[in-house]
């Protein structure tokens, strides 16, 4: 089986797949998945580099800082199963390409922003649609590749997530220092709201380059057009050997769906609005039909507990991520201005006093917090995340630890986020975070990957929607909490984190999957 002999029996994915190789078109995908990936963390995060300058100009509070924090998520959320059931049903180029670039235009539209709701809206608009591609992007590179490269994929993945963070700090750290301030008209821009506008690129960029790139050919396969499916492997030996299309060993394909090629190729016709709802209508109903097993056996249980585990985990990294800019910015404040005490609980007391002060000493930390020096925790954080993808990913080739890697980490990572609490300095504060951040990150990508393999492919997308959904309802009501659990005493929110992690611990020690197993 290989390039000189054709293969006249059909074939199920894997072997169509493996005979296409790996070269240049696969080199161009990744290229266009990056952006979509790092678009995910610019939505998410950038508002956190912003707050400590944005905080001056909107005269934010603290419980305000926490529900910017949450309103990107907020919309993520609402939008997450109608993205997963488009996916599933209508394709994954579609959402891709339309998500980029409707994500781009919100993002800048919050860069005009000129209050804090309006800024709510836009970043909650933001996540709306930023959901989608992110999901949608995990299940399209997965379904190029096949089962010898589909591991790396995931690595790929947590890489790209990695670069978005580290370039991300970057990025204010380069430009937030830089004073810019202009009017257009009655509008009034300052350096964040450019900053702001920049992080628009990523999403703009993705849905530009997906246009490029064909619909994947498991999901053509799932919904019976094996024709289309057929064509799309051949462009893709056609890329990657350098050969022709019709050289293609592989002439017939085989999955679980019927063919129905010839049905949904003459439903591509120009047709009536009346025919067009009742395809629309009849896809709806499809689309129900595909996710009713995710509520039967076996599925069923192992949903409820990648749901769990992620909400617990996802609580607690985004409660320590989305506020360390803010912790290092005032940490830098305390620090220049003869503090004694950097502990996390003086940088706590001193956040809780923010709304106390006279307006010369808010210009004055204001002006402070624009410092390059406040970014380079954050750069450094950033960088020992991307440092610790790198080393301990491709050990996940070894299958005793991928089988324990999970558990692992998320009891070391336990003790972690409870040493925060015991900090002295932005030092040890930037270590230990650092070092939580990295474990929790790939314990995400963990998740993520062992998903992709467990479930079937027109199932795919809206679990891994449901997966990411339930970990945003974790990120929504830890910012919110936080602040309150900020504003109660010192210990309470290292306790509550704590707890939270004991929980998701608890779960992973039951999840047991094999992610070097075929896509279903």
């Not at 989608?132 to 190029?144: C, D, I, K, M, T």
């Not at 940490?331 to 003086?346: I, K, L, P, Y």
């Not at 004055?364 to 410092?371: A, N, Q, R």
Request: charged fraction near 15%; charge should be positive.
């Amino acid at each position: 089986m290989g390039d000189r002999g054709k293969i006249e029996e059909a074939v199920d994915f894997e072997t169509a797949i493996a005979e296409c190789g790996f070269g240049l078109f696969n080199v161009f995908i990744l290229f266009s998945a990056a952006p979509c990936l790092a678009a995910m963390v610019f939505s998410a995060s950038a508002l956190s580099y912003v707050m400590p300058s944005a905080e001056c100009d909107l005269n934010l509070t603290l419980v305000q800082k926490g529900m910017l924090n949450a309103a990107t998520y907020g919309g993520m959320i609402l939008s997450a199963v109608p993205w997963g059931f488009m996916a599933d049903t209508f394709g994954r180029r579609p959402v891709l390409i339309s998500g980029g670039w409707l994500d781009g235009i919100f993002i800048l539209c919050a860069a005009l922003s000129q209050s804090t709701l309006h800024l709510m809206i836009f970043k909650f608009l933001d996540g709306l649609i930023i959901c989608g591609p992110f999901a949608v992007v995990v299940s399209y590179l997965a379904e190029f590749h096949g089962k010898k490269h589909r591991p790396y994929i995931m690595l790929f993945v947590g890489l790209a997530v990695s670069m978005g963070s580290m370039l991300l700090p970057f990025l204010a750290y380069i430009l937030m220092p830089v004073s810019i301030y202009f009017k257009v008209g009655s509008l009034e821009f300052r350096t964040w709201h450019v900053f702001l506008a920049i992080s628009a690129v990523p999403s703009l960029l993705s849905g530009f380059l997906h246009m490029f790139l064909p619909e994947s050919p498991k999901f053509l396969m799932a919904q019976g057009n094996y024709n289309k499916a057929l064509k799309c492997l051949q462009r893709i030996y056609h890329i990657n050997k350098r050969k022709s299309r019709d050289s293609y060993p592989v002439k017939h394909l085989t999955d679980a769906v019927p063919d129905r090629s010839e049905t949904l190729e003459e439903s591509g016709r120009s047709s009536s609005l009346k025919e067009r709802f009742q395809k629309a209508k009849e896809k709806f109903l499809e689309g129900a039909r595909q996710i009713k097993p995710m509520f039967r056996k076996p599925y069923l249980s192992i949903s409820i507990q990648v749901y769990c585990l992620h909400f617990c985990q996802i609580t607690c990294v985004n409660s320590v991520r989305l506020w360390l800019p803010q912790i290092f910015a005032t940490m830098h404040v305390m620090e220049t201005q003869g503090f004694n005490d950097t502990s996390m609980c003086a940088v706590v007391e001193h956040n809780n006093l923010a709304l106390t002060r006279n307006s010369a000493e808010k210009k004055e930390e204001c002006d402070l917090h624009h410092s390059p020096d406040s970014y380079l925790d954050n750069i450094t954080v950033s960088a020992i995340g991307l440092l610790g993808f790198i080393l301990i990913f491709p050990l996940l080739r070894i299958r005793l630890v991928a089988n324990h890697i999970l558990k692992v980490f998320l009891f070391c990572s336990t003790f972690l986020v409870g040493g925060l609490y015991f900090c002295k300095d932005s030092l040890v504060t930037m270590l230990v975070s650092a070092i939580y951040l990295t474990l929790m990150g790939i314990c995400a990508t963990t998740i993520i990957s062992m998903s992709v393999v467990i479930f079937p492919t027109l199932m795919r997308t809206m679990v891994l929607m449901l997966i990411m959904t339930f970990g945003r309802f974790g990120s929504v009501s830890g910012n919110i909490m936080l602040p309150i659990f900020m504003q109660m005493s010192c210990l309470a929110p290292f306790l509550w984190l704590c707890t939270l992690m004991s929980v998701a611990f608890f779960f992973s020690v039951f999840l047991k999957v094999d992610d070097q197993q075929a896509l279903a």
